[in-house]
């Protein structure tokens, strides 16, 4: 493999494997925020308790993430010197806030409720883990800001054979970020929500500290069903934005060589070919894609072949097509996983309206258990749909990714570094899950007997329990 395509390979593994962590991060610190607030208003130790469990998760997660995050930037300065070059000054900016601002601000917040509890007030701490909750959305907002450059620029001007930022102000009203940011906050919420549902569920199966599990499947399941509507409402305007700013991913997404017609029907299947660019084998839903691209039953899409021609106009000869199949199915897995999401959602919701938790259905239990794996896999298809379907573009219009990559770094170094991370991965992945078991194995009430004991942090012993 060549020197572009292994530096492909190690950004995609660097982030799919860093984006496992972020959502947990984001949704986590909402639902202990939640679980600490109802502590606070009603006064029930139980709710103590269940933002001290969910918080030893999040701890382990967040502390993995960290990692995780500091490697892929690493790879940034590595194997893509010449895209730094180009957009340093626009895409750093957001950046830099992010590590001054959001991370610093989540970082001081969860180490007074690491060590805050009963040595500050009840509102001081509850504020503590909603601050933790807010930092984590700002740094979310400043990556996607610096993301959301990359598929909509805005706010620059080209000096000198750079990208210049000349307003700041169009870079966080940019209409890529106001559409992608909702959708990414929900579904990180969504994720929060589906871990704690699964968990919960499994442990409700078991029948362990079946009122604990119960008011945390509660709380999840409310979080989970809100956040998986409003991602969908939020991923239907960023489909429309699509169609305006990237037709070709749309297209690509769709898998539509010629225009659609109007209406446009949505392919549900199809067995693309992508030699002679056509599909077979096709099963269309009609109506749906006009609807998708503009809230109404009307409409014609562009296709692949057209958005060619009128690239090749617009940028010269080259292939603008990004790789069809991939963007295709990567897309209808999100939409899947979102669905079933969903689905599994609205039977909570009216399993604890009949108030059947106690004695559940064991097979949906089961099918809830499973269900945390739902958002990693709309997560990760939809980022790689959003990636992928940006090709041949790093910076859709400005620079492709070819231009990007580090000039003087060989495959034989890239291939090596990718080695490395994947072992470091593989060994950060085996750490978490392995503490994940113990502390879930251990469960609540064990913990308690832990917290009946004096803990200072600032000795040898409280470090360690802190973080046990």
Do not use: C
Not at 437 to 452: F, L, Q, S
């Amino acid at each position: 493999m060549d020197t572009v395509m292994l530096s492909r390979i190690q950004f995609a593994s660097t982030t799919i494997f860093h984006y496992f962590f972020v959502p947990v991060s984001i949704g986590l610190a909402l639902l202990i925020a939640i679980m600490e607030t109802m502590y606070v208003r009603k006064g029930d130790e139980e709710y103590k308790r269940m933002a001290q469990f969910w918080g030893k998760l999040f701890l382990i997660n967040f502390a993995v993430g960290v990692v995780t995050g500091i490697l892929q930037e690493f790879q940034f300065g590595m194997n893509w010197s010449d895209y730094s070059r180009f957009v340093g000054d626009v895409f750093g900016a957001p950046l830099a806030i992010e590590a001054l601002l959001a991370f610093f601000m989540e970082s001081t917040f969860i180490g007074i409720w690491i060590f805050g509890w009963d040595k500050v007030s009840k509102k001081v701490h509850l504020a503590s883990i909603w601050l933790v909750a807010l930092g984590t959305m700002l740094s979310a907002f400043w990556i996607l800001a610096a993301n959301s450059f990359m598929q909509h620029p805005v706010g620059f001007a080209v000096n000198n054979g750079r990208a210049e930022m000349n307003d700041i102000f169009a870079l966080i009203t940019n209409g890529q970020l106001l559409v992608e940011f909702p959708h990414t906050v929900l579904a990180a919420y969504a994720t929060g929500a589906f871990l704690v549902t699964g968990i919960s569920a499994y442990k409700l199966l078991k029948k362990q500290e079946v009122s604990f599990f119960r008011k945390s499947f509660e709380i999840a399941a409310i979080v989970g069903i809100i956040s998986s509507f409003g991602v969908a409402v939020a991923g239907h305007a960023q489909a429309q934005y699509l169609v305006e700013t990237q037709p070709m991913k749309m297209a690509a997404s769709e898998g539509l060589w010629g225009k659609s017609g109007d209406p446009a029907p949505w392919t549900v299947f199809a067995t693309i070919d992508t030699v002679n660019k056509t599909n077979k084998n096709e099963i269309q839903v009609p109506y749906l894609l006009s609807f998708l691209s503009y809230s109404k039953f009307s409409g014609e899409v562009k296709g692949m072949n057209e958005l060619q021609a009128q690239y090749e106009q617009e940028y010269g000869p080259g292939n603008y097509i990004p790789p069809v199949k991939t963007t295709f199915w990567s897309f209808r897995i999100m939409v899947a996983a979102g669905t079933l999401m969903i689905v599994l959602g609205v039977y909570a919701i009216y399993l604890m309206w009949r108030k059947k938790l106690d004695k559940p259905n064991t097979w949906f239990m089961r099918f809830m258990f499973w269900g945390l794996l739902l958002p990693p896999i709309a997560n990760t298809s939809g980022w790689i749909m959003t990636e992928i379907g940006r090709q041949p573009w790093t910076v859709f219009g400005l620079m492709t990714t070819e231009d990007s990559v580090s000039p003087n770094i060989t495959s034989g170094q890239v291939l090596f570094s990718v080695i490395s991370f994947t072992a470091i991965y593989a060994i950060l992945g085996a750490v978490l899950v392995g503490l994940f078991i113990k502390v879930i194995r251990k469960g609540p009430y064990a913990m308690d007997n832990e917290h009946g004991e004096s803990h200072d942090p600032y000795n040898k012993e409280g470090s360690t329990h802190a973080f046990s």
